[in-house]
């Protein structure tokens, strides 16, 4: 199936790269529909007078309900493939968005939250599936692409809550149910392309599923792979969920200012996964991973510490660090595991949302319990756990367009 691409042409190589920038687009615009929840947690706080422990249930209900139904949806469209489930999860997040701008009282933003999952949970293992096929076997490139935009969307999201949300009102989050629209017509056109290219593969030869290592070595570097995302993630939760309420406890900044901050984080994380792809393709995606993981750990010990200038140039370089991770793993555990990109795709983003969520749930009852700067230097520590990176496996790696998975 991921063998359907091929640099034969330079008209193939440009539709494939068409589709690739298709599917980071909507991606893009499906992460920012996400980050709204997050972005507006400063806003509902106030509006139905939540505590910290709320707000992680509500980050705990959107993160887990993709993560339960990602790898199920992964493992089921790696053997029947459905190329306009994609446009059909936009819907679901189109209708998240509405419920959330017209909540009522909490039971409605939970399940406002969990649509939004449920889009997240469709979308995301078969837009990674397109984009491995379209990458026309420079599978790190095309995985940055594809979560550019995801990261780039993310880090939208609190400017967009900044210049809208926080003027206009809660209610204002359903305006971008335009952008769901938007998506869905697009991911249609992909899905219409993703549909040919299947028929095409099913008169060529099934790639090999055979696994390049002994089954026990695949086994312990998934594990390794899985517990480096759930750090990483759990970090990166404490950013998404908490960073506006600690520049503004600690620093006494605007919500709207706070909310810059966090985009410095997300836009930096955006530029993180871009760079790391590439840098993959060139170099491996263990290299990458070793300099992400272990690269970031004296600037994150640094941080719960720094002035707010620091604190701004600190979360900078953090994010560039520790995101350009992300498309490498996913790329190293698709190659461990051959001809299961959903399966993958499904485990590694749903499992980023899952380790997230139980990590933002976990972190709001500390932040209640011991105060907001406690659990900054607590998530300071976490990035030292990125020495597991020893235990992962050295693949023969062909990177670039020698070789289509």
């Known amino acids: 199936m991921a063998s359907v691409t091929s640099s034969g042409s330079d008209q193939a190589n440009k539709t494939a790269f068409a589709i690739i920038v298709a599917v980071s687009f909507c991606h893009l615009l499906n992460d920012i529909m996400q980050s709204l929840l997050t972005a507006i947690y400063p806003v509902i706080k106030d509006n139905y007078q939540l505590d910290y422990t709320q707000i992680g249930i509500l980050t705990f209900t959107f993160q887990v309900t993709a993560s339960l139904l990602q790898p199920l949806i992964g493992i089921i469209t790696d053997r029947w493939p459905m190329p306009y489930s994609l446009p059909v999860g936009m819907l679901s997040t189109c209708t998240g968005l509405i419920t959330l701008a017209f909540a009522h009282d909490f039971s409605m933003l939970l399940i406002g939250a969990s649509l939004i999952g449920l889009g997240s949970a469709i979308f995301h293992p078969e837009s990674s599936r397109v984009a491995r096929l379209a990458s026309g076997g420079r599978h790190g490139l095309a995985q940055s692409l594809f979560q550019v935009g995801g990261n780039a969307g993310s880090a939208m999201g609190p400017l967009l809550a900044a210049f809208i949300v926080l003027p206009y009102g809660q209610g204002s989050v359903a305006w971008f149910s335009l952008a769901a629209l938007i998506g869905f017509f697009v991911l249609i ?8 290219s299947y028929r095409s593969a099913m008169h060529r030869t099934a790639p090999s599923r055979a696994l390049p290592l002994p089954r026990r070595q695949v086994i312990w570097a998934l594990l390794v792979l899985v517990l480096l995302t759930t750090t990483k993630n759990v970090y990166m939760a404490s950013f998404s969920s908490y960073f506006t309420f600690y520049t503004i406890e600690r620093f006494g900044v605007s919500v709207q200012n706070s909310q810059l901050l966090l985009f410095l984080f997300l836009g930096a994380s ?14 491996g995606t263990r290299f990458v991973i070793w300099f992400s ?6 600037f994150a010990l640094l941080l719960p510490y720094a002035s707010l200038f620091w604190t701004a140039v600190l979360t ?27 399966m ?5 983003f749903g499992f980023a949302f899952g380790a997230g969520g139980v990590g933002a749930a976990l972190l709001g009852g500390y932040v ?12 300071s520590y976490f990035p030292l756990l990125g020495v597991l990176t020893i235990f992962l496996p050295r693949l023969s790696e062909s990177r670039g367009a020698k070789k289509a998975a």
Request: proline share 4%; charged share 15%.
């Open 344 to 348: 993958i795709a499904g485990v590694f």
């Open 270 to 283: 955006a530029a993180g996964v871009f760079l790391g792809g590439p840098i993959g393709d060139r170099f």
């Open 316 to 342: 900078v370089i953090i994010g560039l660090i520790f995101s350009s991770a992300f498309s490498n793993i996913v790329v190293f555990a698709q190659e461990l595991v051959p001809g299961r990109v959903g």
């Open 368 to 379: 209640d319990l011991y105060g907001i700067e406690f659990v900054y230097k607590l998530c």
């Open 293 to 298: 993981i272990l690269g970031v750990i004296p």
């Open 189 to 196: 056109r992909v899905g219409k392309w993703y549909s040919e």
